[in-house]
């Protein structure tokens, strides 16, 4: 491994992934909202949370081309699930709707990730990802500002806080910045990588936390017994 710690790190992203899929299989874990409905999104996230450590794995290990391109590709996937899955719910469609959205954000990360280097973010890919989980959490607010169900804002804002904070400590540990050391355990983009898999885990927590309003909530025990 070329970058020890910033690849042990991603770990962080495997456990979060497991920690969904666990949640995902207990009785009533996955509460009364949309995904107690359709439990098999929340595999589908499990799965895409634990994607992200074996695929920045790859880039931090090897420092190569392909791994580079993993590592952006499993960010994309993330976040193109968040945007899909909020506009799913935000427009009251269906998950053809959200796997044609998913399909068509993942494209659109690619191609501006073919537009090269930008300041201060480095590639452009880096723009795309904020720029979708941006365009989620705004579209998380429409949902829970349209009424029709409840949801944990603070959820919301841990994730979005993670994330800030996550970037600050990264901008720290760029090439050439005052605390990039090469040499020392201490690696401000290992801690990027774990506080973003603390971001994923909130999240998870927002979509956990919708119920609905105004009419009567699916029950936990009717929600496990429901297809995926």
């Not at 899929?21 to 499990?46: C, F, K, N, S």
């Not at 794995?57 to 580079?68: I, N, R, V, Y």
């Not at 607010?141 to 349209?146: F, K, L, T």
């Not at 040499?183 to 956990?208: E, I, P």
Request: aromatic share 8%; glycine share 12%.
């Amino acid at each position: 491994m070329r970058q020890p710690v910033n690849t042990l790190s991603n770990l962080g992203f495997v456990g979060v992934g497991l920690l969904v899929a666990a949640r995902a299989g207990r009785e009533g874990g996955l509460g009364t909202g949309t995904l107690a409905l359709r439990p098999g999104l929340a595999t589908a996230y499990a799965c895409v949370v634990v994607l992200l450590g074996p695929a920045s794995m790859a880039m931090h290990a090897t420092e190569s081309s392909l791994g580079g391109h993993l590592d952006l590709a499993s960010m994309y996937l993330i976040a193109g699930f968040a945007v899909a899955y909020a506009a799913m719910r935000r427009w009251h469609r269906g998950p053809a709707f959200l796997a044609a959205t998913y399909a068509a954000v993942v494209l659109a990360c690619e191609l501006v990730g073919l537009l090269g280097e930008v300041p201060w973010l480095g590639h452009m890919g880096n723009v795309a990802f904020g720029t979708c989980l941006a365009a989620a959490l705004w579209l998380e607010s429409r949902v829970a500002r349209a009424g029709a169900v409840a949801l944990d804002v603070r959820w919301a804002w841990a994730a979005a806080g993670s994330i800030l904070v996550a970037l600050a400590i990264w901008t720290t540990a760029k090439d050439g910045s005052p605390l990039c050391l090469p040499g020392s355990l201490y690696q401000g983009h290992g801690v990027w990588h774990l506080l973003c898999a603390v971001s994923a885990w909130c999240l998870f927590r927002l979509y956990v936390s919708e119920r609905p309003v105004g009419r009567t909530s699916l029950s936990p025990s009717a929600a496990a017994r429901r297809p995926g």
